[in-house]
């Protein structure tokens, strides 16, 4: 018999919009519509430079910055840096294929910020989007 679909609990949803910065399009794509399923209002950015762009046009708010954190000319803590001088309610998540403690040794992240690890699948997207946007 087939196993029955996991129930929705387990996949929490949520309305936010999420600015999405990733430089690999296939990466983006999927993400994109990961969030999209979720119930998620997505802006999506292929660059650093991109997403501020849009955080500078978007009239409505920013919930989330969802960005990949290694890219050319500009890391996602820089580029979140500067998203919070623009917009300082915005949260963030990190996202890497490199685990989060190759990453802080490098100094590129601080300790304790918010990350998930690629690949990741929807429900290990769900939760993480669901536990930063809800934190006090």
Do not use: W
């Not at 209002?41 to 708010?61: D, I, N, Q, T």
């Not at 998203?83 to 992240?109: D, E, Q």
């Amino acid at each position: 018999a087939m196993a029955p679909e996991a129930p929705l609990e387990q996949e929490p949803r949520g309305r936010e919009t999420v600015l999405l910065v990733e430089d690999e399009e296939s990466l983006r794509k999927l993400a994109r519509a990961m969030l999209q399923q979720l119930g998620y209002k997505v802006l999506e950015a292929s660059s650093p430079g991109e997403a501020l762009a849009l955080c500078e046009k978007h009239e409505g708010e920013i919930h989330l910055l969802l960005t990949d954190v290694v890219m050319p000319l500009m890391n996602g803590n820089e580029l979140s840096q500067r998203i919070r001088a623009m917009r300082p309610s915005v949260r963030k998540l990190f996202m890497s294929g490199y685990t989060s403690n190759a990453i802080s040794h490098h100094g590129v992240l601080e300790p304790g910020v918010a990350f998930i690890q690629k690949p990741f699948n929807r429900q290990e997207l769900a939760r993480k989007v669901r536990e930063v946007l809800d934190r006090a």
